[in-house]
């Protein structure tokens, strides 16, 4: 649209026509496009067709615009903006603008958001907010200090999905990132809900709790992993399963478990088993897992196995199971091999120590019964000196987005630290 691309017979032809089928086809039908990813898929269809060559099929495909875009506007938020992301919506409104439709209703609505969610500096964050999910980092961490614990009790029941999601199509009963209209449900934070409504009401079923499990348990993949926002469509890499995100919804099955009615507790025992299954399957030989949306930037393959098998180190170590506790034990080996000289961790063995990254290390080694002490105070004595230096808040991009888009949230430093803190005191008890 800036005129760099004068031919544009290499860009592929996205079927937009497809977007007025019903979504629980596109998975059966192995669409190269993930769930969540639809708006995309329509505006750059139809401007892809706009700017190719017409043949036999174009009155057949141009009937399918006027379907196609209604169903775009189905799709957008109320307040215009896709996915709470301002990249995905001025992408879809460059492309809607590229394809003639820059007065339309989905094109306007996009820029209106992108006008009011500029930050004062010119800049524009990936995501509007984390709000769910840091409050959910945060109630873990401050576990039984919190004081007004109804107001998030409330809160949170509050900020479940009460209707089958447009974008991915998935059932009622999961929670998103933020409480924002552009949100969407997904493992991750659902599992994050769960366990801090367990934090906060001492595991007092609701109603809220066995929509949640029975969310998670309908979301996981074929191979027995879980996935972020619904189950993979193939090999597609933003629907496969994640070890992190699995961990921690076998650590939100096993904490309700015995709390859930009895169906229901048979299904996550049988969802239990294939997560483990799965979790065993995918264990590097040294004992790692790869994280699949968070990474470190100085890493040479900008992957974060240290986050990776932190995460699944921390939430496995709470089980019961054997099995569970055996895949604790093996990453447990490959966190204490990975620690540097410093006493920090980095995303990868040798890569320069993260304050995020030590944090979620020291977590785990905490949660974990028989791990090495001396490896624990020399993390905490890292953690101490950039304290002492004023940089032990200072953000670290951690997160990785699709199409390598890195963030930084304030708020993860706070909490990974406090949570860790909180381990090691409840260990040296």
């Not at 017409?54 to 307040?79: A, N």
């Not at 540097?340 to 040798?350: C, L, Q």
């Not at 993390?379 to 032990?392: I, K, N, P, V, W």
Request: a positive charge; hydrophobic letters at 40%.
């Amino acid at each position: 649209m800036a005129g760099v691309i004068t031919h544009w017979d290499r860009i592929p032809q996205l079927p937009f026509e497809l977007s007025v089928l019903p979504q629980r086809l596109f998975r059966f039908l192995r669409l190269p496009v993930v769930s969540y990813a639809i708006p995309a898929l329509i505006a750059v269809g139809i401007l892809r067709y706009e700017k190719g060559k017409r043949d036999f099929l174009s009155s057949v495909r141009e009937s399918f615009i006027g379907k196609s875009l209604r169903v775009l506007e189905k799709l957008q938020p109320s307040h215009g903006g896709f996915l709470e992301a301002a990249p995905l919506t001025a992408f879809v409104s460059m492309c809607m603008s590229g394809a003639g439709f820059r007065e339309h209703a989905v094109t306007q609505k996009a820029a209106q958001f992108l006008i009011k969610t500029v930050r004062p500096d010119g800049a524009w964050p990936i995501d509007t907010d984390l709000s769910c999910w840091v409050t959910s980092l945060s109630i873990k961490a401050l576990g039984e200090d919190l004081e007004d614990k109804t107001f998030f009790i409330e809160r949170i029941k509050r900020n479940a999905f009460a209707f089958r999601h447009p974008f991915t199509g998935a059932k009622e009963g999961g929670w998103g990132w933020s409480d924002l209209p552009g949100s969407v449900p997904d493992a991750d934070d659902t599992s994050g809900a769960l366990v801090a409504l367990h934090v906060l009401t001492g595991g007092t079923y609701s109603e809220e709790v066995g929509k949640g499990v029975e969310w998670l348990l309908a979301l996981q993949n074929e191979d027995g992993g879980m996935p972020t926002f619904c189950k993979g469509w193939g090999k597609l890499p933003f629907d496969r399963s994640s070890p992190d995100i699995s961990a921690h919804s076998l650590l939100a099955f096993e904490l309700w478990l015995d709390a859930l009615p009895k169906e229901l507790r048979v299904k996550c025992r049988r969802s239990i088993r294939r997560l483990l299954g799965w979790m065993w399957k995918i264990q590097s030989s040294d004992g790692s897992w790869t994280p699949l949306w968070f990474g470190d930037q100085d890493a040479k393959d900008e992957c974060s196995p240290v986050y990776g098998t932190a995460m699944a180190v921390e939430y496995l170590s709470t089980s019961r199971n054997p099995l569970a506790r055996k895949l604790a034990e093996n990453g447990l080996r490959y966190l204490l091999a990975s620690q540097n000289e410093d006493g920090g961790w980095g995303g990868a063995p040798k890569v320069a120590s993260k304050i995020t990254l030590t944090a979620r290390a020291l977590s785990a080694l905490a949660s974990y019964p028989e791990s090495d002490l001396k490896s624990m105070e020399r993390g905490f004595d890292y953690l101490y000196g950039m304290y002492q230096s004023g940089l032990l808040f200072r953000p670290e991009p951690i997160g990785l987005y699709f199409a390598r888009l890195w963030y930084s949230e304030e708020l993860y430093n706070h909490t990974f630290v406090l949570n860790a803190l909180k381990k090691l005191k409840q260990r040296i008890k």
